[in-house]
């Protein structure tokens, strides 16, 4: 449901492009609407579901443009920086799970 007062603002005379504070006003509603009981739930579910069709597509629709255009990215060595890094935590995980392991013969 759209809020009234978004639309008396739209009929003011702003100048060329967006109505003044528009951005904001979208942002404050999604606000709200995200606030609604079960809607993250939702929302994750479903962008969950697109990241685990297709990792790269969900970083090109979703992650990029959120992130500054300044920002200078190397997708291949970032994927590769991840992996590399999530396979150091795996060693280390089981590397501790064997110090813990009690590998007496039960003597």
Do not use: W
Not at 35 to 60: H, I, T, V, W, Y
Not at 81 to 103: F, R
Request: a neutral charge.
């Amino acid at each position: 449901m759209v809020h009234p007062n978004s639309l008396k603002n739209l009929k003011r005379t702003a100048g060329p492009g967006r109505p003044k504070g528009g951005r904001n006003r979208c942002i404050e509603t999604l606000d709200r609407m995200l606030a609604k009981a079960g809607n993250q739930e939702k929302l994750e579910k479903d962008l969950q579901s697109k990241f685990d069709n297709d990792p790269g597509s969900f970083m090109r629709s979703y992650v990029f443009p959120l992130l500054p255009k300044d920002i200078n990215l190397d997708f291949k060595n970032d994927v590769e920086m991840v992996i590399k890094y999530k396979a150091q935590q795996l060693v280390e995980s089981i590397d501790g799970d064997i110090e813990e392991m009690d590998v007496s013969d039960g003597k």
